[in-house]
């Protein structure tokens, strides 16, 4: 049994989404997990999927042997600042059923096979994930960038089409997309 964190990149620009995925390798039957500790993600900003099933098993090939393998976590995370930032390891116990070496202490016991397997917990450890995270450019840098790193599109809706002077509207500006939205900052309006 063993625990791996991925990346989707080792090597981004400040602010750009990196998916973390959690996986626990097993050739074992898995049972359950239990005493989970995340990584505190030290100088990244954070969100967790939520994860509203339980964790799928499926079969995977690594260096010719076949393991249960479930994802039991994905975390994005978008980099703060620049420089080697180290995602800390994950630590839980699984817990698996393995063969037993208890005798059946009773003939349906030993009819129904109950005796000959236990369900123990094994501690298993991710190792540390380092990711390069560079500046961004300021060649090209457009005019009022505001820190959004990824794809958006910006829609600005207004109640009324004519005013008269000291009459209220109400103005919404909707920011959508892939990437960092929730880090951007707020647009600066320029009202006559």
Known sequence: VFLRTSVTKTKCYLGEQVTVTQKVYSRLD?????NVKFPSYNGFWSQQQ???SNIQLQIE??????????????TYVFPQRTGQLTID???????????????PRNIFEQFFGAGGFEDVAVKVKSKPVTINVQALPDENKPAGFLGGVGSFSCKVEVTKQSVKANDAFNLKISINGKGNVKLLEPPKLSLP
């Open 50 to 52: 939520e994860n509203t």
């Open 61 to 74: 090939n690594l260096d010719g042997v076949n393991y249960y393998v479930g994802e039991f976590s994905r």
């Open 89 to 103: 390891p994950t630590e839980l116990e699984c817990v698996v059923r393995k063969q037993s070496n208890k005798k």
């Open 30 to 34: 898995l049972r359950g997990f239990q």
